[in-house]
């Protein structure tokens, strides 16, 4: 079993910043790719930013320049620090991982969720 726990969404005016932080936990062998995922209201979930397990990065484009993911591989956590808010990054944001978990003397892929926290930028 593996959890994901997000913390750090909240409400914050157009310009501004937040950092979102995800923890995985549980029977962890290994953790591949850390995404951070969005989904506003009457919207489908989009992929925000990902990081693989060496450190390459990819972005969706509207957030290129004014957000970073990083990842502390010792913590099993992945970071999103977000600049310049503007009022359509309003979504709730989601942690997804893709990790390898011990399971009855073995391992196994699984993919992983985290609850969402929200982010609500006003204008």
């Known amino acids: 079993q593996v959890q994901l726990v997000e913390s750090g969404g909240g409400l914050v005016q157009a310009g501004g910043s937040l950092r979102l932080s995800c923890t995985a936990s549980?029977?962890?062998?290994?953790?591949?790719?850390m995404s951070w995922y969005h989904q506003a209201p009457g919207k489908q979930r989009e992929l925000v930013a990902k990081?693989?397990?060496?450190?390459?990065?990819n972005y969706a484009y509207s957030v290129k320049g004014r957000f970073t993911i990083s990842r502390d591989n010792a913590k099993n956590t992945v970071y999103l620090q977000m600049n310049s808010l503007k009022p359509e990054d309003t979504a709730v944001y989601y942690c997804?991982?893709?990790?390898?978990?011990?399971?009855?003397?073995?391992?196994?892929?699984?993919?992983?969720w985290g609850q969402g926290t929200l982010v609500t930028v006003s204008a």
């Open positions: 997804n991982a893709v990790v390898w978990s011990y399971e009855s003397g073995g391992r196994r892929l699984l993919e992983v």
């Open positions: 549980g029977s962890i062998s290994s953790i591949n790719d």
């Open positions: 990081i693989a397990s060496g450190g390459s990065t």
